[in-house]
């Protein structure tokens, strides 16, 4: 069966990018895979946590998520 065309989500920014519900986009911190033993701990929290994408960046990521605003 054929599949109806239409918008797509673009699925390797949606793996890595999240959506509020005010509209913000949240991203993950990079560094945090491997190599953790050298970074210390105050710098191993702050990778953990989710920051607010600077608002230049945000209207090309919202673009390629066409149903999650």
Request: hydrophobic residues 30%; positive net charge.
């Amino acid at each position: 069966m054929r599949r109806p065309k239409g918008i797509k989500t673009r699925k390797a920014v949606a793996k890595r990018f999240k959506i509020t519900g005010t509209g913000k986009v949240l991203r993950s911190h990079a560094g945090k895979r491997h190599l953790l033993a050298t970074k210390n701990a105050k710098r191993r929290r702050r990778l953990g946590s989710v920051k607010v994408v600077d608002s230049t960046d945000a209207y090309r990521i919202t673009q390629n998520l066409p149903f999650s605003h």
